[in-house]
């Protein structure tokens, strides 16, 4: 997806936390986009984001970005 950076904006974003997480821990991350469309000439993408402490699912994160016509 080729994404105009100087025109997006953040529409939404959600969490769902599985185990606590403190300053220290070390975290990968995995994102995935879940959808792409285009409504009234407007981009929305939809993000997933899954955050793992070693083997663990620690965080997962749900984004909607907005490409602005």
């Known amino acids: 997806v080729g994404l105009d950076w100087w025109r997006l904006v953040h529409g939404d974003q959600n969490f769902e936390i599985f185990i606590p997480v403190k300053a220290g821990d070390q975290l990968t991350c995995a994102a ?14 939809s993000v997933r984001s899954d955050l793992h402490k070693g083997s663990e699912l620690a965080i997962s994160a749900w984004s909607t970005l907005v490409v602005r016509a």
């Open 32 to 45: 995935t986009i879940e959808s792409y469309r285009v409504a009234a000439g407007n981009e929305i993408v």
